[in-house]
C-alpha cells in the first residue's frame, strides 16, 4: 500500500512539474508568427510588442501593413487564401502523380502481359477517372483561390 501511494505521489509529482510556467513561457514571444508563400503570393505575419507587422507580396514587391481594425479582416483572408492555394496546389500535384503512375503501370502491363491488361481494364479506367475528376476539381479550385489571393492582394495594397 505504501509503495502504491509513493508512485502515485511522485507521478502527481511529475505532472504538476510539466504543467508549472517558466519565466520563458511567461515571456511574449515577439517575431515571426506565420509565413506562407504560393505561385508567387507570398506573406509573413510579425509581432512587435503589442501590434502585428504583415508583410505581403507577390513577386518580390513587398508591402508592409500593420494591423488594424480596419484591415484585419481581409489580412486574415488573404493569409487563408494563400493556404488554401497551397493545399489545393498539392492535392493537384498528388492526383497528376497517381495519374502518372496509373499510366506507367498500364503500360508496363500492356508490354509484358496483354491478357492480364485485358482482365483489369475497368479497374484500371476507374483508376484513371478518379484521378482525371480529382485533378480537374483541383485546378478549378486553385484557379478560383488564385483569383481570391489576388483580389485580396490588389484590396490591400492599393
Given amino acids: 500500500m505504501k509503495k502504491w501511494l509513493f508512485l502515485m505521489l511522485f507521478c502527481i509529482t511529475l505532472i504538476l512539474s510539466a504543467c508549472s510556467q517558466s519565466e520563458e513561457d511567461k515571456q511574449e514571444y515577439l517575431g515571426v508568427i506565420s509565413e506562407g508563400k504560393v505561385s508567387g503570393y507570398e506573406y509573413t505575419v510579425i509581432k512587435e510588442q503589442n501590434n502585428y507587422l504583415w508583410q505581403i507580396g507577390y513577386k518580390e514587391n513587398i508591402t508592409i501593413i500593420e494591423e488594424s481594425t480596419a484591415n484585419k479582416e481581409d489580412l486574415l483572408k488573404f493569409m487563408h487564401a494563400v ?73 490591400l495594397t492599393i
Fill in 83 to 155: 493556404i488554401d492555394s497551397k493545399l489545393v496546389l498539392a492535392k493537384l500535384i498528388t492526383s497528376l502523380s497517381y495519374l502518372l503512375i496509373v499510366t506507367i503501370t498500364t503500360l508496363i502491363l500492356y508490354k509484358k502481359n496483354r491478357k492480364m491488361l485485358k482482365d483489369g481494364s475497368a479497374m484500371i479506367t476507374i483508376f484513371v477517372g478518379i484521378a482525371v475528376y480529382i485533378a480537374f476539381k483541383a485546378s478549378f479550385d486553385l484557379s478560383r483561390l488564385l483569383h481570391d489571393t489576388k483580389y485580396f492582394y490588389l484590396t
